[in-house]
T-cell receptor, first 110, second 108 residues
Framework: DVKVTQSSRYLVKRTGEKVFLECVQD?????MFWYRQDPGLGLRLIYF???????EKGDIPEGYSVSREKKERFSLILESASTNQTSMYLC?????????FGQGTRLTVV | QKEVEQNSGPLSVPEGAIASLNCTYS??????FFWYRQYSGKSPELIMS????GDKEDGRFTAQLNKASQYVSLLIRDSQPSDSATYLC????????FGQGTELSVKP
C-alpha cells in the first residue's frame, strides 16, 4: 500500500518563526512536490524535485525553500513565517502514472 | 494564459443526471491527463487518467480528450450525492500542474 506521510496534520506557528514541513514517501519515487491549497485558487506548486539534492521552483516559491537530502524525504521550509502563508500544504510523490498525496498539513500563522 | 484552466463552479446537478466537467490546457506537447477528486478536508485521489485522443470509460466516469482543441473533460453519469466533491484536472508536464478545480454538488 503506497504511503506519503506528512509530519503534522495541524500546525500553529508565530509570525517570524522558521517552520519545517516534512514529507516522507515509501515508494522509491524520484519526483516529489509541494503545493499549497487555498479556497478558489486550487493547488499551486511551490517547489518540486526530480532527484536527491535537486530542486526546481514552482509557480509560487517566494518565502519558501526546500531540502531533499534523501530520496524518500522532501522538506518544505518557511524561513520566516508570515500570516499570508496560512494555508493547507500538500506533499505529493509521483511515478509515471499517478501522483500520490499526503494527508495535508493545515498551517496557521498567527 | 494559465497552463490549465477549468470551468468555474460550483456546479450543481440533480441525482441521476450527467455532470460535465471541463478543462483546457495551453501546452500542445502534453501527452497525458489526470482527473483527481477531492472530498472536503481530504487529499486529492486519482479517478481517471487518459493518454490518447478520444474517450475512456470507467464505470460511471468517462474522460474525453481532444488534443487538437487542447480540451479534456470528465463526464459523470447517473450522478450520486457521494460524487459531491471538487474535481481537479492535471497534466504531468514535468511540473504536475493542476487546474483550480470545479466544485460539484449532487442534490438528492
Amino acid at each position: 500500500d503506497v504511503k506519503v506521510t506528512q509530519s503534522s496534520r495541524y500546525l500553529v506557528k508565530r509570525t517570524g518563526e522558521k517552520v519545517f514541513l516534512e514529507c516522507v514517501q515509501d515508494m522509491d519515487h524520484e519526483n516529489m512536490f509541494w503545493y499549497r491549497q487555498d479556497p478558489g485558487l486550487g493547488l499551486r506548486l511551490i517547489y518540486f524535485s526530480y532527484d536527491v539534492k535537486m530542486k526546481e521552483k514552482g509557480d509560487i516559491p517566494e518565502g519558501y525553500s526546500v531540502s531533499r537530502e534523501k530520496k524518500e524525504r522532501f522538506s518544505l521550509i518557511l524561513e520566516s513565517a508570515s500570516t499570508n502563508q496560512t494555508s493547507m500544504y500538500l506533499c505529493a510523490s509521483q511515478d509515471y502514472t499517478e501522483a500520490f498525496f499526503g494527508q495535508g498539513t493545515r498551517l496557521t500563522v498567527v | 494564459q494559465k497552463e490549465v484552466e477549468q470551468n468555474s463552479g460550483p456546479l450543481s446537478v440533480p441525482e441521476g443526471a450527467i455532470a460535465s466537467l471541463n478543462c483546457t490546457y495551453s501546452d500542445r506537447g502534453s501527452q497525458s491527463f489526470f482527473w483527481y477528486r477531492q472530498y472536503s478536508g481530504k487529499s486529492p485521489e486519482l479517478i481517471m487518467s487518459i493518454y490518447s485522443n478520444g474517450d475512456k470509460e470507467d464505470g460511471r466516469f468517462t474522460a474525453q480528450l481532444n488534443k487538437a482543441s487542447q480540451y479534456v473533460s470528465l463526464l459523470i453519469r447517473d450522478s450520486q450525492p457521494s460524487d459531491s466533491a471538487t474535481y481537479l484536472c492535471a497534466f504531468p508536464g514535468g511540473k504536475l500542474i493542476f487546474g483550480q478545480g470545479t466544485e460539484l454538488s449532487v442534490k438528492p
